[in-house]
């Protein structure tokens, strides 16, 4: 007689099977995570960790090779390398950041802009943006570059902010194109909303996650944006330390077969750049896989 009566709606959950389970987390970059969180936190407790002063030149020990004393060996003007590394990557990771957070912000104005214009002016904006994309992106950077004058951190993050927005824009008129016709949009404008509080409240919360995967790439592209630069002879100077001007003492560390000079912050930089990537090819599988699944 137990069983002869069932509560009607409730359901126990069927347990989740082992394997299930564990493929939960077979595709998750943990590696990518942990290890650029850990040269994250190196970069911004630089000076808990750095031997040296990475700016000090000792002569006496120019193009030393790794030992006890100099971890990571030195560069051509006898700088530490060691303490460089740590204390550049600040600069490196912030002129990413930076640009990636100024091309994320033009990009979703822009493109808001043009998903809720007429539509005579979202296809002139249209064109002005596919115009943009037709042109290399780094030699619109080294353009303006040059009208701008000699380089700093905030010049160099703003350069490359302002080339790197347009791919991220055509995803944000896109998503705004499918949203504006809603009727809490059009509740909001009745209501005499305005563009910026309709972006904020509305449309910014349904299409941030398109977008996501996306400012994670471009932290990598401006990255990869202020190392070409660097590498050129165009970019910061010298004596301004990231992993782009240590690369850039590459051709006379090759003369002189100080291979460390070079292998080192090239390897930094290689795996920062591979966890970003990890990352962002994660968020777009994880983002795809949701919108396949509605």
């Given at each position: 007689?137990?069983?002869?009566?069932?509560?009607?709606?409730?359901?126990?959950?069927?347990?989740?099977?082992?394997?299930?389970?564990?493929?939960?987390?077979?595709?998750?970059?943990?590696?990518?995570?942990?290890l650029l969180t850990l040269i994250v936190l190196g970069c911004a407790g630089c000076r808990l960790i750095m031997t040296k002063d990475p700016t000090y030149m000792d002569l006496s020990h120019y193009n030393t090779a790794p030992n006890g004393e100099f971890l990571f060996g030195t560069d051509a003007m006898g700088r530490d390398i060691f303490s460089m590394i740590w204390y550049g990557g600040r600069l490196s990771l912030f002129i990413g950041t930076a640009s990636a957070a100024i091309s994320t912000v033009i990009a979703v104005v822009f493109?808001?802009?043009?998903?809720?214009?007429?539509?005579?002016?979202?296809?002139?904006?249209?064109?002005?943006?596919e115009i943009l994309l037709s042109v290399p992106g780094l030699l619109l950077i080294v353009l303006l570059q040059a009208i701008l004058g000699e380089a700093d951190v905030f010049r160099i993050s703003l350069v490359i902010g302002v080339t790197g927005w347009m791919s991220i824009a055509k995803v944000v008129r896109t998503e705004v194109r499918q949203?504006?016709?809603?009727?809490?949009i059009l509740a909001a404008k009745c209501?005499?909303?305005?563009?910026?509080y309709i972006l904020r409240r509305h449309l910014a919360p349904n299409f941030v996650s398109s977008?996501?995967?996306?400012?994670?790439?471009n932290v990598r592209s401006a990255i990869v944006a202020e190392s070409t630069l660097s590498f050129m002879g165009i970019g910061l100077p010298l004596?301004?330390?990231?992993?782009?001007?240590?690369?850039?003492l590459a051709e006379k560390a090759l003369l002189t077969g100080a291979w460390w000079t070079i292998l080192i912050p090239g390897l930094f930089l290689a795996a920062v750049l591979m966890c970003i990537t990890n990352l962002g090819n994660y968020l777009r599988k994880n983002i795809n896989r949701k919108e396949s699944n509605l």
């Open positions: 007689m137990r069983g002869a009566f069932e509560l009607a709606g409730i359901r126990p959950l069927p347990e989740e099977a082992p394997e299930k389970a564990e493929n939960r987390y077979r595709g998750r970059p943990i590696f990518s995570a942990v493109g808001a802009a043009s998903g809720l214009a007429p539509a005579w002016l979202d296809a002139l904006l249209m064109r002005v943006t949203l504006r016709g809603h009727e809490y209501m005499g909303g305005g563009f910026f977008v996501m995967f996306m400012v994670v790439m004596e301004v330390i990231t992993w782009g001007s240590m690369l850039s």
